[in-house]
């Protein structure tokens, strides 16, 4: 391993269970969350940096096969013997080292590799984008997703977002109803706000194929701009027959992760476009691997979540600033769905968008007082 004597080395990670409550019930078609799980990382370096991370998934175990406790065993018990005392200014020498020795648990090695850019863009003075080559944007588009479960409510909190210039793409998640009672919710709210908004839907993976080529036309009917994971993830053929029966957009979101899930995928012609995350592609690095691929492939860029709160969105923003394309803009909203977070400066949305951070490193900080009184292990 690269480890000249002179460069700074880790000490220690810590990682930290954060519970917050979010603003309203969110509906998704396999849980429904009325708070979010933050998993806070915080690298000390022997020149003393400190770098910051986060980890989250959604509904515990409902969403993927890593929860918060899990990403906190692995982070404790595994990953942090492993690398300290090693270079802390290379977080390629330290993923490759981890990557060894621990399989998967990509949300737990996305929460360290952010903590050490984040310590390495403090160390150099630079912002983390330009460790990733540098921002093409500065700012990112930001989609806000309805998920109140009721028509009605979705529509007053549509309105009033787009009134105040803060949204106007929404992403409604589907597939919790029948397909034909989430039709209708889908054309009561388009109809309601017209061309003016652009209408997404999520299924999360709720529909068999047969389903899909059942309903996917009636959602395009009633104006939809693109389907996201309409079907399971393991499901790469049913996929690329959709995306090859239909003109709407197919997105591909739990299905891929990693560079190797792109190539199949794009060799397959099984998605128009990809929605990357920092989550599943093991940290801000991964995504720009990932969006590489998918751009040499022609596969439309879209820049995901997994709920993060501020420390995470930033991180993404990011990565999602340093892609090449990203023509489908982001839905970096996490931070606007929780009531409150543990940074001084809360991530915002103005005029459609996020403006990435150029102050060194991540530019977040965390706030003490917050983090002391949100933490579970209190
Ligand atoms: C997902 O599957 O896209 C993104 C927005 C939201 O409400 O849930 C996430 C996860
Ligand atoms: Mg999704």
């Known amino acids: 391993m690269l480890n000249s004597s002179n460069q700074p080395r880790i000490e220690a990670l810590e990682s930290i269970i954060v519970d917050l409550p979010t603003i309203r019930e969110h509906r998704l078609a396999m849980t429904t969350m009325s708070r979010q799980t933050l998993v806070i990382v915080r690298l000390r370096c022997d020149d003393g940096i400190e770098g910051i991370g986060e980890a989250t998934t959604i509904g515990g175990l409902a969403y993927g096969d890593q929860s918060p406790e899990s990403i906190k065993l692995t982070l404790d018990h ?16 330290v993923l490759a080292k981890v990557d060894q020795s621990v399989q998967g648990n990509a949300l737990a090695k996305s929460a360290l590799e952010t903590a050490l850019l984040d310590a390495q863009g403090k160390r150099l003075g630079v912002p983390v984008h330009a460790l990733l080559g540098g921002a093409v944007r500065h700012s990112l588009p930001v989609l806000w997703t309805l998920a109140s479960g009721d028509s009605a409510r979705d529509i007053d909190e549509a309105k009033q977002l787009l009134e105040v210039r803060r949204h106007n793409v929404f992403k409604l998640k589907i597939g919790k109803r029948s397909p034909q009672a989430d039709i209708a919710h889908v054309a009561a709210i388009k109809n309601a706000l017209g ?10 993976q709720a529909w068999s194929e047969a389903m899909a080529a059942r309903f996917i036309p009636d959602l395009q009917a009633a104006g939809v701009m693109l389907v996201e994971q309409p079907i399971a993830k393991d499901n790469r053929r049913g996929l690329a027959r959709l995306a090859q029966a239909f003109s709407i957009p197919i997105m591909a979101d739990e299905a891929v992760s990693t560079p190797a899930d792109m190539f199949d995928y794009a060799s397959d012609g099984a998605a128009d476009i990809v929605a990357l995350k920092i989550a599943k ?9 990932t969006a590489a691929v998918a751009d040499a492939a022609g596969v439309g860029c879209y820049g995901g979540t997994l709920l993060e709160g501020t420390i995470g969105s930033i991180a993404s923003a990011h990565a999602f600033a ?44 965390i706030d003490e007082d917050k983090l002391a009184y949100y933490r579970r292990d209190k």
């Not at 595994?78 to 390629?92: E, K, R, V």
């Not at 459609?352 to 900080?365: M, N």
């Open 78 to 93: 595994y990953i942090n013997p492993l690398i300290a005392g090693m270079d802390a200014t290379s977080a390629n020498a």
């Open 281 to 289: 592609s093991g940290g801000p690095l991964g995504v720009v691997r």
């Open 195 to 204: 061309d003016q908004v652009e209408i997404t839907v999520d299924l999360n």
């Open 322 to 365: 340093a892609c090449r394309k990203m023509e489908w803009g982001t839905e970096l909203f996490g931070p606007l769905l929780l009531k409150d977070d543990i940074v001084v400066e809360r991530a915002t949305v103005a005029d459609f968008e996020l403006a990435v951070p150029s102050t060194p490193g991540l530019g977040v900080a």
